[in-house]
């Protein structure tokens, strides 16, 4: 069961998860994607893209859904990971803010500002190969 817990963490902290958390989750999913369609019909006038096709819409809801999970996915494992080397306690509902507020000041300043935070901080550990 470690094995799996190591790939796969919902394992570990799947089962703490409640009704509560998944509601926090929803406010987090609904501010970003409210903060991601202006920005996108901003790149689709941009790309000569109309912008608003409702079968567009339909067509990329799926797998934007799925990268933002992969997103989340990729965040709380790297998280995981180093609050293990240091021996602390990572709170995904924490982990989940912390990410949408890093992709919302980079949407502002069209910046990677997650990805520079989380170099920064694995800087900081001497012996990390993440």
Known sequence: MKFLQR????????????????GNDLVVAV???LMLIPQS?????VAGLPPFDPALWV???????????????????VALT?????RQRVDPDQELIALGSANFGSALSSSSAGTECARCYASKIPDHDV
């Open 31 to 33: 501010i970003v994607t």
């Open 82 to 86: 180093l609050a293990a080397k240091k």
């Open 59 to 77: 067509k990329i809801l799926v797998p934007a859904l799925l990268i933002s999970i992969v997103g989340y996915v990729e965040s709380i494992s």
């Open 7 to 22: 790939y796969f963490p919902i394992l570990t902290w799947g089962r703490e998860y409640d009704r509560q958390t998944l």
């Open 41 to 45: 019909l901003a790149y689709a006038l």
